[in-house]
């Protein structure tokens, strides 16, 4: 099929823009790939659509995903429910932490990168954490998103203490990579995109300036800063701050412990899917418990769960069928064949950004990094060898190509839950946070060029 293979993701990035429901565009982005695959026969790919479409439920870390992401719904209706998202503001506005614009981003900033364990869980919890204190100062949810965004997703593929760590862990021991340990050490230093865009994050915060579609974005946020949101929190609800702390560091510590459980002691090893699930689970019994001990919503305790996950279904809905694009996608060759289109190059200097940019271009129209990385890493380590390229350098650019292309993407997973986190719109945050990508991104393959040169 050749290039055909890249019209369905492209059929959804143009639907998503031009009509910003991206609803429709990943629906007929499913529609175009069943198509493709059933022959270009619309009727045999409508039916292949539904099937793949059930074909979901077969994977069990899809399914956890999904049920994870109704649960937390639970989760975010009991803990404001009992006050703790105000109680836990008003603490850190009456302490200074959160007092002003720049506070309020920097306690955010640093959440996302000290809770590295799962992206997941780092997204949304400081998306919690965020969202009441960037209202409290009337800062945009689009800049919140994209604080959280990209840090969340950049430290976890720098501090490799995670999931993602153990699998591309898993790829360079199946690939026959002598020190694979040493290999992954090795690209921290030299992933570029993610160390960048971390840095300008909290440049960003620091200055407390946006460009671009991100600062018209805060601009009409302080215009809708209302009295109230501005006001202090009331001095009584101090106490009950517990009720988002507790919850927040169930969800964290239980990732955590959940994730060496599942692995036999071995964190690298362990579960990401089970131990978010299980986490939040614990955490939303705990927040639930915490209600129904303030007997101010006495009869009405399901049915806050249940409206917390009625308002999540939408964002649900979105990861459902992203996830069924994937699956798609991947059937139809979308990923191997853009990553091949790697191979085509005559100096092997450019290996490095070459990489990059496929990485970047298979993540962006798959919506997935760990696709990515499955399809590209296999690819790197020989073309490295051949090329005399240092392999952690190559595995690198693949990494940070990953995340990159992610960050431009409106079907990738991780966008997708930093918009449900900070309750912004998903395209508004696709848009505001585009033109940092790709300043980050073509300043990456700058100097991509210039190590692949210098080695």
Known sequence: MDAVVVA?????????MWTRNVYAALGLAILASETLLAGFNPALGALGSVERAVGVFS?????????????IGALIAYVQAAGGFESMVGLLTRSGFASTPRRAGLVTAIAGVVLFVETNVSLLATGLLGRPMFERVGLSRARLAYIIDSTCAPVSVLILFNGWGAFVLSLLVANGVEAPLEVLLGTIVLNVYALMTIAIVFITVLSNRTFGPLAAADASAALDLSPSLAAPARPDTKGRALYFAAPMLVLVIGSVGFMVWTGDGNILRGS????????????????FTFLALERSATGKLVDIGFKGMGDLLPAVAIIFLALALGDSLKALGTGLFLSNLAKEMTIPALLPAILFIAAGLTAFTTGTS???????????????????????????AVLGGGVFGDHCSPISDTTIIASLASGCDHIEHVRTQLPYALVTGGLSILIYLALGFAV
């Not at 990401?272 to 927040?287: F, N, R």
């Not at 990515?372 to 690819?379: A, F, K, S, V």
Request: aromatic share 6%; with cysteine; proline share 9%.
């Open 370 to 396: 760990w696709g990515t990385y499955g399809i590209l890493i296999p690819l790197a380590i020989p073309l490295a060898a051949g090329a005399g390229v240092p392999l952690p350098l190559a595995v690198a």
């Open 272 to 287: 990401g899917s089970k131990a978010i699930l299980w986490s939040v689970v614990l955490a939303t019994a705990l927040a």
């Open 59 to 71: 994977d069990s870390g899809n399914a956890r995903i999904l049920v994870f992401c109704l649960i």
């Open 8 to 16: 369905p993701p492209l059929v959804a990035l143009v639907v998503a």
